[in-house]
C-alpha cells in the first residue's frame, strides 16, 4: 500500500523558516509529479508548488522567491523550503503525489501538516 508522510510543519515566527518533507512508501513502481498544497481555514486547497520527475518546477505567484520545492528521487521524498513566512502562509499543508504502484495509478494524499505563521 502506498503512503505519504509529511514531517516539518510547526509554529513559526514572521521571517522565520521552515522545511517540509513528504517521503513515500509502499510499492511503488514509479514516482512522477509530485507537489505541496495547502488549506487555510475557510478556504479551499489551494497549489503551492509542484516538481516534475525531470525537475521542473511551478510555484504558486504567492509563493515564487520565497518558497523552493526539490525532490530526492532515491529517497522518494520531495521537500519545501519555505522563507521569509509570513502569517498569510499559516494552513494545513498537504503532500501530492502521481505515482504508479503495482496495482494502481493515480494520486496519492498525504495527511497533511499544519504550519502556523505568528505576527
Known amino acids: 500500500q502506498v503512503q505519504l508522510v509529511e514531517s516539518g510543519g510547526g509554529l513559526v515566527q514572521a521571517g522565520g523558516s521552515l522545511r517540509l518533507s513528504c517521503a513515500a512508501s509502499g510499492r511503488i513502481f514509479s514516482l512522477n509529479d509530485m507537489g505541496w498544497y495547502r488549506q487555510a481555514p475557510g478556504k479551499q486547497r489551494e497549489l503551492v508548488a509542484v516538481i516534475t520527475r525531470g525537475d521542473i518546477t511551478n510555484y504558486a505567484d504567492s509563493v515564487k522567491g520565497r518558497f523552493t520545492i526539490s525532490r530526492d528521487n532515491a529517497k522518494k521524498t520531495v521537500y519545501l523550503q519555505m522563507n521569509s513566512l509570513t502569517p498569510e502562509d499559516t494552513a494545513v499543508y498537504y503532500c501530492?503525489?502521481?505515482?504508479?504502484?503495482?496495482?494502481?495509478?493515480?494520486?496519492?494524499w498525504g495527511q497533511g501538516t499544519q504550519v502556523t505563521v505568528s505576527s
Open positions: 501530492n503525489a502521481n505515482i504508479m504502484s503495482t496495482s494502481h495509478y493515480g494520486y496519492y
